[in-house]
Every structure is written in structure tokens, then in C-alpha cells.
């Protein structure tokens, strides 16, 4: 609670017009155990101010839920980018290979969107097509056709890939026959 204060007094320093929370907003608050560090806490507060004076239609309180779960989906997120960078690391370094990553996801170890962030980093660092990513997973030519099969049996297309915002740098995505 003394954070949370204390977090109110620099905003209030910054600029922010002078704003005291609830009871039921304190408790919104302190139920949410802040896994990033504690500047996570400062933004949140930061939001939560600015929205009360540019959404005034909205209870306070639903404000404040809104943006912890926003910080929920934002920590998931940047723990699954974190994992998956992790798993591509080991795949670069030659510790797994792209069945090893397969396997991981076949076992629900990595979601369907960590597989495709790890193809994603793959199309970055090779040439930007399928083919391309063969020796960056140590896929053999061979295998290639089961490559794409497995893909295509999981629902993961190149658009997808494409559009994604892991790819969005990359232009061409056509695969290589």
C-alpha cells in the first residue's frame, strides 16, 4: 500500500492532478502482485489517472480493473516472447532442432502462438522463406514436405507468419520449391 503511495505522491509531482483512490480501487489494486518490477505499478497508476479524466463515463473502479487485467495480458505475453526467445536460442545454438520445438508444442509445453514466433525468428535470420529456415532448425531437404505438412496441420499459414508482428520487417514469405 505504501508503494501505491508513494506512486500517487510522484504523480503528483509530475504534473497529475491530485487523486486519492477508493477503498474498492486500493483493493482492485492489491490483488494484483505486480510480477515485472514496480515501475509496472507506476504506469498502471499512470493509466488509470489519465483515463479517469479522458473517460469520465466510466466507473473509476471498472478503470482500474481494465487496466490490470491489461497488465495481466501484458505480462503473459511478454512471458511467452521471452520463452520462445529462449527455445529459438537453444535451436541457433544447436541444442534442439525444429522436431525438438515440435515436440514441445505437440506436448503443450509452447502454445500455438510461441511455435509460430519461434518459425518467425527462423524467417528473420534466414532469407524469409520456408526453405530458408531448413538449415536454421537442422531440418533436413528430405523432411521438408513434413515441414510444411505439420504446419499446415496446426492451422499455420504464411499469411500468418507474414502478419504477424514478429515478421512484420520481412516482405517475402513465398515458399521455395
Do not use: C
Not at 2 to 28: C, H, T, V
Not at 57 to 65: H, L, N, Q
Amino acid at each position: 500500500m505504501r508503494l501505491i503511495e508513494a506512486d500517487i505522491s510522484k504523480l503528483d509531482e509530475r504534473g497529475f492532478e491530485k487523486r486519492e483512490l477508493n477503498d474498492e480501487e486500493m483493493e482492485i489494486l492489491l490483488e494484483y502482485h505486480f510480477p515485472g518490477n514496480i515501475r509496472d505499478l507506476g504506469k498502471i497508476l499512470k493509466r488509470i489517472f489519465y483515463n479517469w479524466i479522458e473517460t469520465p463515463t466510466i466507473s473509476r473502479a471498472e478503470i482500474v480493473k481494465g487496466e490490470i487485467e491489461k497488465a495481466k495480458r501484458d505480462w503473459r505475453e511478454r512471458e511467452e516472447e521471452w520463452h520462445s526467445k529462449r527455445i529459438y536460442k537453444e535451436v541457433k545454438e544447436g541444442r534442439m532442432d525444429f522436431w525438438d520445438v515440435r515436440d514441445l508444442y505437440l506436448n503443450h509445453e509452447i502454445n500455438k502462438y510461441q511455435l509460430q514466433e519461434i518459425i518467425s525468428y527462423g524467417l528473420k535470420e534466414g532469407d524469409g522463406t520456408l526453405k530458408g529456415v531448413l538449415p536454421i532448425f537442422r531440418i533436413e531437404e528430405k523432411d521438408y514436405k513434413r515441414f510444411l505438412n505439420f504446419l499446415n496441420a496446426q492451422g499455420i499459414k504464411l499469411k500468418t507468419l507474414k502478419n504477424s508482428d514478429q515478421s512484420q520487417n520481412h516482405s517475402d514469405y513465398s515458399q521455395k520449391n
